[in-house]
């Protein structure tokens, strides 16, 4: 009679175990019907992304859930991260939602300022993660996510200029008739832009130039700023060329990083350049260029 038990139990095991694995084999795997990223509080050292999933189990019993994983990459530096395991069953025939919460690091972002310029302001931008649900002695199932682009950006745009533009401060007159910018040195501690400017004297007496003065700002956070000592001459009736260089402080970008997520991803870039000379012991300001260039991000594929 025993021996007829122990049979029979056995031979229960193993049309459980067979009916089991081939609930699994055939409809076992839920699915991953929703899968969305979103922002969520932003401080000066990080800013969080919630991400939300709906898994549908298709099985006839509850799955156990045991972690959602997600890393953030933007030109292969891993910018956020975050895990999370919950003690949750994915009821059998339903929906359920796991939420995660990752976290940004908004120190890296001076790091990856300096690749995307290097790159030609370019950037990978790549989310992946994944869902692990655990079948006890079947094992586990994971349930990979990736999310990949590219972001550009044209920042000196608005800082060529091949156009005629006269100035007129006080008793001076002057003509800007092109201004060439482009990216020079970048480090981990600033950013370079390198300016041709051609200027033209209609006066019939040379005028110094004693420096130039520049404001960066990103959404009002002021990002580089001061004034370029280079002493140059401006012939009489007749073009000179003025080399200079402003510069960015990359200290401040996760200062402007706060402000362009609260934008919704998006930033106003102000430059602005003026000349400064000196006629008859008297000191004139040419504004040379004020503009304005706006740049928008979707990093989270929110849309």
């Not at 050292?45 to 189990?57: F, K």
């Not at 069953?89 to 939420?99: F, H, N, P, V, Y």
């Not at 007129?168 to 300016?195: A, F, Q, R, Y």
């Not at 959404?219 to 004034?227: E, I, P, S």
Request: glycine letters at 6%; one cysteine or more; a negative charge.
């Amino acid at each position: 009679m025993n021996k007829l038990r122990t049979m029979i139990v056995l031979g229960l095991l193993i049309l459980s175990v067979a009916f089991i694995s081939g609930c699994v084999e055939r409809v076992g795997k839920p699915e991953v019907r929703e899968l969305s990223h979103s922002w969520g509080s932003v401080t000066h050292d990080t800013t969080e992304i919630s991400t939300n999933v709906v898994v549908y189990n298709p099985n006839p019993v509850s799955i156990p859930f045991k972690k959602i994983t997600l890393d953030l990459y933007m030109n292969e530096l891993r910018m956020a991260t975050g895990s999370t395991e919950e003690d949750l069953e994915i009821k059998a025939g339903q929906e359920t939602s796991i939420l995660l919460t990752s976290y940004f690091d908004n120190g890296k972002i001076p790091d990856w300022w300096v690749s995307h310029l290097k790159k030609g302001e370019k950037s990978d931008v790549k989310i992946e993660g994944g869902v692990v649900f655990d079948l006890g002695t079947l094992g586990e199932y994971r349930f990979p996510f990736e999310r990949a682009q590219i972001i550009e950006t044209d920042l000196l745009e608005k800082l060529n200029i091949e156009e005629d533009k006269t100035y007129s401060v006080g008793p001076v007159s002057l003509t800007m008739k092109s201004l060439s910018s482009s990216w020079g040195k970048v480090t981990h501690d600033s950013s370079e832009i390198n300016h041709r400017a051609v200027i033209h004297n209609p006066n019939p007496f040379p005028i110094p130039v004693s420096g130039i003065d520049y404001e960066i700002k990103m959404n009002d956070v002021l990002v580089g700023g001061g004034t370029t000592h280079n002493p140059v001459i401006l012939k009489a009736m007749a073009d000179t060329i003025i080399p200079f260089t402003t510069e960015i402080d990359n200290k401040m970008l996760d200062e402007w990083w706060v402000t362009h997520i609260q934008n919704n991803e998006k930033t106003t870039l102000l430059t602005e350049i003026q000349l400064v000379v000196e006629v008859q012991d008297t000191e004139y300001k040419f504004t040379l260029t004020r503009e304005e260039k706006e740049f928008k991000t979707d990093l989270l594929g929110a849309g």
